[in-house]
Nanobody, 126 residues
Framework: QVQLVESGGGLVQAGGSLRLSCAAS????????MGWFRQAPGKEREFIAA????????YYPDSVKGRFTISRDNAKNTVYLQMNSLKPEDTAVYYC???????????????????WGQGTQVTVSS
């Protein structure tokens, strides 16, 4: 059973930046696509970024495109989410997730992911 542990959340002013990290246990991290999701109070979980197993393909919805960047370091079993130009509407609990299959080339669907971390809170003040 893989364990995913997010870190790096916190309180930041609008326009600021944060970098989230997600450390994964196990030996197959480099074979899986990784994703980031977020959930604000009273709202559905939103799929906000993904990266394929090799790092050659990424996905972002329009809500974060150009502001957020996902990356990974397979040697460290870690995926990152760099968040710039943060807005109050980015306030949410952020979760990382691992794909259920190996070698997903284009991770552009939330249904591809099946293992979740505990989440880290991001609060953006206006």
């Amino acid at each position: 059973q893989v364990q995913l542990v997010e870190s790096g959340g916190g309180l930041v002013q609008a326009g600021g930046s944060l970098r989230l990290s997600c450390a994964a246990s196990g030996r197959t991290f480099s074979l899986h696509a990784m994703g980031w999701f977020r959930q604000a109070p009273g709202k559905e979980r939103e799929f906000i970024a993904a990266i394929n197993w090799s790092g050659s393909s990424t996905y972002y919805p329009d809500s974060v495109k150009g502001r957020f960047t996902i990356s990974r370091d397979n040697a460290k079993n870690t995926v990152y989410l760099q968040m710039n130009s943060l807005k109050p509407e980015d306030t949410a609990v952020y979760y990382c997730a691992m794909s259920t299959s190996y070698y997903t080339a284009y991770p552009n669907s939330p249904g591809l992911f099946g293992s979740w971390g505990q989440g880290t809170q991001v609060t953006v003040s206006s």
